[in-house]
C-alpha cells in the first residue's frame, strides 16, 4: 500500500486503520533511535573536532552552532515538501541530508578543512529538523485521544539513540589513527541510510486540497495564547537544553576530565530525554499538556542547580540527566500543546512554524554558548538559563487560564 492509496479526497480528519496506524508508529520510532544517532555524534563531536579545526578557539562551538541554523533554515522547506508531496517525501530528503552528514565529516576530518566540517554540521541540522517532524506524523491519522501518547511513543525510540550514539563515538573515534572521528561520521552515513530504507514502509494520508491551500491565516493563529504558550515553552526547552548539552562536554574537558566521561553523560542525558516518553503521553492525558510542559521547566532548572552545585563529574552527569528530564516532559508537553491549536488541514503549516520558533531560539542560545563558556565559565553559562525560564512558565500559567479552543 502506498501514500496515495490511503489518501483522502475528504478536507477533514481521516482515522487510519488501526494495523497501519501501529507499523507507522513501529517504523518511526525506529527511524527514530537511528537518527538519534546523528545528533549525538554531532553533539559529542562536534566541539572536539572544531576545537582541532577551527582557526580560533573561539570558533571550537560554531559547528554545534551551524548544526542548530541548519534546523531551522530546513524546518520550513521540509514542511513544504510534506504539505505538498507527502511527509515520506520530506522524510526520505532529510536522509539523504543525514548521510551526507557523515560523509562530508569524515572528509572534512581528514583533509583537516574546519568550513568543510561547518557545512556537514549544516546538513545535519537539516536531517534532524525532519527527524523531530516524526513526532507530528506520528500523529496524523490518529483519534485526538491517542495523538499525545502516538507522538510520545515515536520519541521513546530516542532510547536506543541514547545507547547507539555514544557507543558508536566509543568504539570508533580511533580506529583511523591519524584521523579521529572520520570513521565516526561515516558510521554515521550508514545508519542514516538504513533509516531512509526504514520510512520507505511508512503509510499515511497525501496532503489534502484544504491542506495544501492550508486552512486560516497564520496570524489567526499564532494570536492564539495556547499557540504562544506551546511555541515558547517548546523554544526554551529545546535551547536550553541545547545550550547547556553544547557547553557541557567542552566545560568536562576544561575541567580535566576524559572524553570518555563527556561520552557517557551523553548518554545518559540522551537516555534522560527520550525514556520517560513511554509514559509522558499518558501523564498528558492525565494531567494535561501545560502541566506537564511546566513541571520539564522546572526539572530544567533543577538541572541548572545542580551544575552551580560543583564540577565533579558526578554534577555534570546529574546536570545532563536531570536536563534530559526537563527537555522530554517540556518538549513533548509543549508539542502536545501545539496539537490543540490548529485543524487538520493546517497542521503541517502550523507544526513547522512552531519548529521553525523552536530551532530560531535554539540558534541563539548555541551561538552564545560557546563565547559564554570561553569567556565568563561554566557558572555563567548556568545562571543565564534561568532568565528564559521563568519567561516560559509565565507564558504556560497565562495561557492556562483560558479555556481550550475548540478545532474541526
Given at each position: ?376 565559565g561554566w557558572d555563567s553559562v548556568l545562571w ?24 474541526r
Amino acid at each position: 500500500m502506498t501514500d496515495s492509496s490511503i489518501a483522502s479526497a475528504a478536507d477533514v480528519f481521516v482515522e487510519l486503520p488501526a494495523k497501519i496506524q501501529t507499523g507507522n508508529i513501529w517504523r518511526l520510532a525506529i527511524a527514530q533511535a537511528l537518527a538519534g544517532a546523528n545528533s549525538t555524534v554531532l553533539y559529542a563531536t562536534g566541539a572536539i573536532v572544531g576545537d582541532m579545526l577551527a582557526p580560533s578557539p573561539m570558533l571550537a562551538t560554531l559547528p554545534i552552532s551551524i548544526f542548530v541554523v541548519g534546523m531551522a533554515a530546513c524546518i520550513l522547506p521540509a514542511g513544504s515538501i510534506a504539505r505538498r508531496h507527502g511527509r515520506r517525501a520530506a522524510f526520505l530528503v532529510g536522509t539523504g541530508a543525514g548521510v551526507l552528514t557523515g560523509l562530508l565529516g569524515a572528509l572534512a576530518v581528514v583533509l583537516g578543512s574546519f568550513w568543510l566540517y561547518c557545512l556537514a554540521a549544516f546538513l545535519g541540522g537539516g536531517y534532524a529538523a525532519v527527524v523531530l517532524t516524526f513526532r507530528f506524523a506520528a500523529a496524523d491519522g490518529v483519534a485526538p485521544g491517542r495523538r499525545a501518547r502516538a507522538l510520545s511513543l515515536v520519541m521513546a525510540g530516542g532510547v536506543v539513540a541514547g545507547v547507539i550514539g555514544p557507543q558508536l563515538v566509543n568504539v570508533t573515534m580511533n580506529l583511523w589513527p591519524p584521523y579521529m572521528f572520520a570513521v565516526t561520521y561515516l558510521a554515521q552515513g550508514a545508519v542514516a541510510a538504513i533509516a531512509a530504507l526504514i520510512l520507505l514502509g511508512v503509510k499515511l494520508p497525501m496532503p489534502s486540497a484544504a491542506e495544501v491551500a492550508g486552512g486560516r491565516p497564520l496570524p489567526v493563529i499564532v494570536r492564539q495564547p495556547r499557540f504562544v504558550a506551546a511555541a515558547v515553552s517548546g523554544a526554551v526547552s529545546y535551547m536550553l537544553m541545547n545550550f547547556l548539552m553544547t557547553a557541557a562536554p567542552l566545560a568536562m574537558h576544561i575541567c580535566g576530565h576524559s572524553q570518555e566521561s563527556a561520552n557517557l553523560g551523553l548518554q545518559w542525558h540522551v537516555i534522560a530525554m527520550y525514556g520517560p516518553s513511554f509514559f509522558t503521553g499518558s501523564l498528558i492525558k492525565r494531567f494535561g499538556a501545560g502541566s506537564v510542559a511546566t513541571v520539564g521547566l522546572l526539572l530544567t532548572g533543577l538541572a541548572a542547580v545542580i551544575g552551580l552545585a560543583g564540577i565533579d563529574v558526578a554534577h555534570f552527569w546529574a546536570t545532563l540527566i536531570f536536563l534530559g528530564l526537563g527537555w522530554n516532559f517540556g518538549f513533548l508537553g509543549a508539542s502536545a500543546l501545539v496539537l490543540e491549536c490548529h485543524r487538520p488541514e493546517e497542521k503541517t503549516r502550523v507544526q513547522s512554524l512552531n519548529d521553525f520558533i523552536v530551532f530560531g531560539l535554539m540558534a541563539v542560545g548555541s551561538f552564545s554558548s560557546g563565547g559564554l563558556l570561553s569567556a565568563y565559565g561554566w557558572d555563567s553559562v548556568l545562571w543565564v538559563s534561568f532568565v528564559p525560564l521563568v519567561l516560559a512558565v509565565a507564558a504556560l500559567a497565562v495561557a492556562m487560564q483560558r479555556k481550550a479552543p475548540v478545532l474541526r
